[in-house]
């Protein structure tokens, strides 16, 4: 399994960035997908998820109205569009997957990581 992480980089404050994450080795139609961010120093962090079938989507409340998570079932890939961003949401973003009955926001039930990709928003 691989869930490969892209389309993190510098912007300013209150820009738009877009990452995706395109899976290999499992399907994002059998897997609950999310994304989650580990600032320096803290603990990572769940951020936004999407269920198998995509009914589900949940968000972290610091996020909520300015980010938006997506997939593309024939791409299997998954996306976070992010706006409004803001200096406290520098971090590694994480992609990963889970297989479990219930949709999760907890970290501990993800089975699946990719490397993480950068984001870093300047003030």
């Known amino acids: 399994v691989q869930l490969q992480a892209s389309g993190g980089g510098l912007v300013q404050a209150g820009g738009s960035m877009t990452l995706s994450c395109a899976a290999r080795g499992l399907s994002v139609t059998n897997y609950h997908m999310a994304w989650f961010r580990q600032a320096p120093g803290l603990e990572r962090e769940f951020v936004a998820g999407?269920?198998?079938?995509?009914?589900?989507?949940r968000y972290a409340d610091p996020v909520k109205d300015r980010f938006t998570i997506s997939k593309d079932n024939a791409k299997n890939t998954v996306y976070l569009q992010m706006g409004g961003l803001k200096p406290e949401d520098t971090a590694v973003y994480y992609c990963?997957?889970?297989?479990?009955?219930?949709?999760?926001?907890?970290?501990?039930?993800?089975?699946?990581w990719g490397q993480g990709t950068l984001v870093t928003v300047s003030s």
């Open positions: 999407i269920s198998r079938t995509g009914i589900t989507i």
């Open positions: 990963a997957g889970e297989r479990g009955i219930g949709f999760s926001t907890t970290l501990a039930r993800y089975d699946y």
